[in-house]
């Protein structure tokens, strides 16, 4: 097969990487005014926090910073309306955070919903893939 662009002829490596293209896509969640934001560093800080019991360790894992935690998850409880962590001060054992009820429920919602979408925007991306090779 012999494609060329304007810049000349294309190598195999540019020809196999248009063939083997990737789709990437982002999902969030707003207010129906676009103020507040629930992207996926939220979701991941959420599921750090789950698995640690820490917003200091959830933030370490993540990469963020402590006080850009507590930001992200004051932002998402004002968006959402409810509290999403219960906190536990410090004592002989140490203090601890936990999600709450409705913020474990919110991460089973949003990993069900990416689940949807992911084989949606797969099912549409291979379609788009073939059309584009016709």
Request: proline letters at 1%.
């Amino acid at each position: 097969m012999h494609n060329e662009c304007k810049f000349g002829k294309m190598k195999p490596s540019q020809i196999a990487a248009r063939e083997n293209l990737l789709l990437n896509y982002k999902i969030w969640l707003s207010s129906i005014t676009g103020d507040g934001l629930l992207e996926g560093s939220t979701w991941e800080l959420l599921r750090a926090i789950k698995k640690e019991d820490s917003i200091s360790k959830a933030a370490k894992v993540t990469g963020i910073s402590y006080r850009k935690a507590w930001g992200d998850l004051k932002s998402a409880e004002e968006l959402l309306g409810y509290a999403l962590v219960t906190k536990k001060r410090g004592g002989l054992d140490g203090g601890c955070t936990t999600l709450t009820e409705k913020a474990i429920k919110l991460l089973e919602a949003y990993a069900a919903l990416q689940s949807k979408l992911d084989e949606t925007v797969e099912k549409a991306f291979e379609d788009f893939k073939v059309n584009i090779k016709q």
